[in-house]
């Protein structure tokens, strides 16, 4: 069977990254993430990201490029990430986050990272310099 694909999105605008603290389940509590959730049948990667931001933080948002790679989260699960333009909205922590931040450069390290999501943090932060 094949993995089930998580998305998540390196949300910029104005030149900084935005970095959620997720507030559920208890052993990811309080680690901080991109953005994103499960893909639903009949959606593409880019469809879920689009959605479960809207859902979880309120905003309007723009995949750009898929950040290479696909990294392994628990049994069947795998992590694709998009880089994404923020559209319209201001982000809200309505759904699995409880606080939000806009990192500017040289900001990447100052939060802490679940394992999982630091590779394509890294090169989200490396995008945002260049950028
Ligand atoms: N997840 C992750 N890193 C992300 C987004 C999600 O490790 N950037 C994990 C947390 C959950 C699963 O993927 O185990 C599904 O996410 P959610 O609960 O947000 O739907």
Redesign the pocket.
């Known amino acids: 069977m094949s993995d089930r694909v998580?998305?998540?999105?390196a949300v910029y605008d104005r030149g900084r990254l935005l970095a959620?603290r997720?507030s559920?389940?208890p052993e990811?509590a309080g680690r901080w993430?991109?953005?994103?959730?499960?893909v639903e049948p009949g959606e593409s990667g880019e469809q879920a990201l689009v959605r479960?931001l809207r859902e979880?933080l309120g905003v309007e948002t723009e995949p750009l490029e898929r950040i290479p790679g696909e990294?392994p989260?628990?049994p069947g699960?795998v992590?694709r990430?998009w880089t994404a333009r923020l559209v319209s909205g201001v982000p809200a922590p309505l759904?699995?986050h409880d606080e939000l931040r806009w990192l500017g450069p040289g900001e990447g390290d100052t939060v802490d990272w679940?394992e999982?999501?630091r590779p394509?943090v890294a090169e989200a932060v490396r995008r945002l310099a260049d950028g």
């Open positions: 998580v998305v998540a999105g959620a997720r559920a389940p990811l993430e991109l953005p994103g959730g499960k479960e979880e990294w989260l628990k699960y992590l990430v759904q699995d679940l999982q999501d394509a």
